[in-house]
């Protein structure tokens, strides 16, 4: 019956080869000769390649490992460097702002105080002429003013009064 299991699938035919006591000891010595020579050819032949492709991995890999650490290396101090050519440029940046800003300030003060210098002078001047137009019209004012008084004055009498009294008049009207 146990026989009968592994025959179910292979059409009654036994599925394993059967052991015959004649020739188990023969097979068995084929079997350890073919393990042997199996064991000596891999562990002479295929065991050392496999070796030498696992250390060339390993070397390549290795090799590989370092050269990125070195490029990593590189890339840390080029932007490093990068860094602080930036700081150095910020800085420089700020130090030329603040001389521009410096030297236009100066600019601007010197031009204000250039300009006010001439407002100053022009305002000078138009007062002095205004001073003088106002003196210029206040005796333009007291002449009209005393023909003016003296032609009301011959209007409402009738006789023109005389120039020096009108004169004195105006002259007390315009100082009150």
Do not use: C
């Not at 521009?100 to 007062?127: I, M, P």
């Amino acid at each position: 019956m146990a026989t009968g299991a592994h025959t179910e699938h292979t059409g009654g035919k036994p599925l394993f080869p059967p052991f015959n006591k004649e020739t188990f000891a023969s097979q068995l010595v084929w079997f350890a000769i073919f393990f042997v020579a199996l064991y000596v050819i891999i562990s002479k032949l295929a065991i050392p390649r496999l070796g030498g492709i696992i250390e060339a991995r390993r070397g390549q890999v290795e090799g590989d490992l370092a050269e990125a650490n070195r490029l990593k290396e590189q890339s840390d101090a080029a932007l490093a460097a990068y860094e602080k050519s930036l700081a150095d440029a910020r800085t420089r940046a700020q130090t030329l702002a603040n001389e521009t800003r410096d030297t236009l300030n100066a600019q601007a003060d010197e031009a204000r105080k250039k300009l006010e210098g001439q407002l100053n002078a022009k305002l000078a001047e138009a007062e002095k002429t205004i001073a003088t137009t106002k003196t210029s019209a206040m005796s333009n004012v007291q002449g009209i003013a005393v023909d003016t008084a003296s032609a009301i004055v011959q209007r409402l009498l009738g006789t023109a009064p005389a120039s020096s009294a009108v004169e004195a008049a105006v002259a007390d009207a315009l100082k009150r």
